[in-house]
């Protein structure tokens, strides 16, 4: 019964429809109408940038830096993507091209501290030690106060045995436990154990509750 009824009910709804149309009713659907196309979503630098960020986290970096690129087709100043162009290039030993990353992103932002941070580290790790040098003294030369310029400076400067040095840098931005705890991961990294635990003991005399000089020794005793 529920059956037929329901089939009498549908007969009765079409008919209705054909009865509308034909009078030219409300669903009646002129002739000329149709569905409005939808446009695309915009694309732009962000959207490259996020995806080149997805790219970086599934671990394909040659996906990432072509995302990036078009990023900056669009938009040529856009900060985000060229810093991570410049740690991308940098991390698939492409240092002709991570420098030149180093060098729109120093440019893009006004020469920064920061910018020159990265571009000296970048030569450290192509084995540029003079050019490495000059950026960081650049960038310090356009901002004295920039942490991370004077300790990526430091700790090169610690690498290269020239101590006293460092320690200028160092103290420039940081209490004298860091400054010596940032030597002694130097020394520590070189197997130089006896130098690493002595700038530990350091460390730990100036701030004896600094716990990962605490934590460095512990390991070498």
């Given at each position: 019964m529920k059956n037929s009824i329901a089939l009498v009910l549908t007969g009765l709804l079409l008919s209705g429809c054909a009865n509308d149309q034909q009078?030219?009713?409300?669903?009646?659907?002129?002739?000329?109408?149709?569905?409005?196309?939808?446009?695309?979503?915009?694309?732009?630098?962000?959207?490259r940038f996020a995806a080149g960020q997805l790219s970086e986290s599934s671990e394909k970096p040659e996906n990432a830096i072509a995302q990036y690129e078009e990023a900056l087709k669009i938009d040529p100043d856009h900060e985000a993507?060229?810093?991570?162009?410049?740690?991308?290039?940098?991390?698939?030993?492409?240092f002709p091209k991570a420098v030149?990353?180093?060098?729109?992103?120093?440019?893009?932002?006004?020469?920064?501290?920061e910018g020159f941070a990265n571009l000296g580290f970048c030569y450290e790790l192509s084995g540029n030690w003079e050019r490495a040098e000059m950026a960081y003294k650049k960038g310090i030369e356009r901002d004295a106060?920039?942490?991370?310029?004077?300790?990526?400076?430091?700790?090169?400067?610690?690498?290269?045995?020239?101590?006293?040095?460092?320690?200028?840098?160092?103290?420039?931005?940081?209490?004298?436990?860091?400054?010596?705890?940032?030597?002694?991961?130097?020394?520590?990294?070189?197997?130089?154990?006896?130098?690493?635990?002595?700038?530990?003991t350091r460390a730990l005399e100036c701030d004896p509750t600094f716990f990962d000089a605490q934590q460095r020794l512990a390991s070498l005793e």
């Open positions: 009078a030219g009713g409300p669903n009646q659907i002129p002739s000329d109408a149709k569905f409005v196309e939808a446009k695309d979503p915009a694309i732009n630098a962000n959207t993507s060229l810093y991570r162009l410049g740690v991308v290039y940098a991390q698939i030993k492409n030149e990353s180093w060098q729109r992103y120093i440019k893009v932002t006004h020469e920064s501290g106060k920039c942490e991370v310029c004077r300790v990526n400076y430091g700790l090169m400067l610690a690498r290269l045995g020239r101590t006293n040095e460092a320690f200028t840098q160092f103290g420039a931005v940081l209490p004298p436990a860091a400054a010596h705890y940032n030597v002694g991961s130097v020394y520590e990294q070189q197997k130089k154990l006896s130098q690493a635990k002595m700038e530990y």
